[in-house]
């Protein structure tokens, strides 16, 4: 089977409600769900002022199935006071995680500015072996995002996907694995061979889709949707797919500029960019 | 002797045009002369309009020395007819950095949209080996200066030093060895063993210093002066200085913050800024 074709459906179609953050989630569920959309990631902010196992069960019974929630992370501080208060909100959206029926957490790592990647990197491991234990007692399972390497200053120490690779093993956890997003990591020589390594580990719990616009004028809210930029997503998709992984392909985009259209528009563009391009 | 200490005096101190480009060179050459600075880097947008030979007998003159020109590179592109300019271009440039006497040529690489970084990196190593008998002929060298992996879309797809040293080791020429600029390749976690490496390849023919500010605001000309950010200096110049590399510590500022401030203000702190962070 070639699996650098298009897709036939939509049932590995996942959004995340950050993509389309104006809608409330329940409004998001019905139009995901009308859509023909069959997966959700839910980000934290969207679950503010809900009953969170409610609020699972509302997606259920609307038909989608919940990939994971985001995010949890941010583990490196200077101090252990700020350290603990980082493993006690992680505690936090495992314990969200588990009430929503998310059997996944992503990890935006974190970095502190000036204090060395060395450290932090130091840091993020403890902080998730220091997890571990809840994630045996909950069931949910935690994917270090490595982050594209301009984020290194402040949100993660871990900017590769080999690094996050080394992570895993050092861990030796069935609980942690990798989210790969194309935007953080498509730039990397090594991607290929970190992909298949990943999959050895039986690692590669999450895969993330957008595109890298030209030229990006923003280093945060300026992604492009799948299609509008230079990313080979079908070439990173057969990479995925070698390694056996059948997920979700999660679209995650952050744009200003999307935001800012008619949100019912975009989400029929999401859905005929995910069936051209991804 | 420890290496990471702080500099003693301003003989290697080298500010390249740009870092000042509302000056004129003349402008430049004169401040920076009269500040201590030692060596000048010019970039090619400041010989317009000039006698370039003549240009660097009057940088000569006022006891500059001339550390290397900027840029060349750009070698890929869609069509052969586009890549034969590109060589074209680049022989102007081995041309004038002979006439102006200036050793070396830093190369931005270049990359396409759309087209596969692969690609892209197989035109930049025939690109590169196509100039070899122009730089051979005229003394002139070439250095692949990795850039930041957020500039692989449009600029450059050598993204990390390592990559750069497999070119320099593909190549086999004593005319090509690499530019490392802090604010491309701070966050690589194999830094300090790709510099060894790059020492060990004789190839370490320059050394660039600015830093990296939290938030960035522009992916192009934000960057900030040494000590506004989160970069390592003093580390990473340990491991520069261990490979025995002792030419000049160039700084290369992009800021359109800083190049709206008063420049001989600026350059006052250009100076301190070297002696307290670099």
């Known amino acids: ?30 139009k995901f769900a009308a859509a023909g959309v069959k997966g959700i990631t839910v980000w934290r902010d ?20 919940i990939v994971s929630l985001c995010r949890g992370g941010f583990f490196p501080a200077a101090t252990s006071v700020d350290r603990q208060k980082a493993l006690d909100d992680n505690r936090s959206a495992i314990a969200e995680a588990h009430a929503l029926g998310a059997p996944l957490i992503v990890l ?20 998730i072996a220091a997890l571990l234990p809840d994630c045996q007692a909950s069931g949910v399972k935690l994917a270090i995002e490595p982050l594209h390497p301009m984020y290194a200053d402040s949100r993660s120490a871990v900017n590769t996907l080999g690094q996050a690779n080394d992570m895993v093993e050092a861990l030796k956890s069935p609980c942690v694995g990798v989210a790969a997003d194309v935007y953080h990591l498509w730039w990397d020589p090594a991607l290929e061979a970190e992909i298949a390594r990943c999959g050895k580990l039986n690692a590669l719990f999450a895969y993330h889709v957008c595109d890298w616009r030209t030229p990006t004028i923003d280093l945060l809210n300026d992604r492009g949707l799948m299609g509008e930029g230079c990313i080979p997503l079908r070439q990173i ?14 679209v995650e985009v952050f744009s200003t500029r999307l935001w800012a259209m008619d949100q019912d528009e975009y989400l029929a563009q999401i859905v005929q960019a995910y069936r051209d391009f991804v």
Not at 46 to 65: C, E, F, K, W, Y
Not at 237 to 250: A, C, D, I, K, L
Request: include cysteine.
């Open 237 to 250: 998709r057969s990479w995925v797919e070698t390694t056996g992984f059948n997920g979700y392909n999660e």
């Open 46 to 65: 969207a679950l503010a002022g809900r009953d969170v196992a409610q609020t699972g069960r509302m997606i259920r019974d609307n038909g989608l199935s």
């Open 1 to 30: 089977m070639n699996t650098a074709t298009s897709l036939p459906d939509l049932s590995r179609l996942c959004i995340h409600t950050i993509t389309t953050k104006s809608w409330a989630i329940e409004t998001s569920v019905a």
């Open 108 to 127: 935006v790592c974190g970095a502190v500015p000036g204090q060395s990647l060395a450290e932090s990197r130091k840091q993020i491991t403890d902080g």
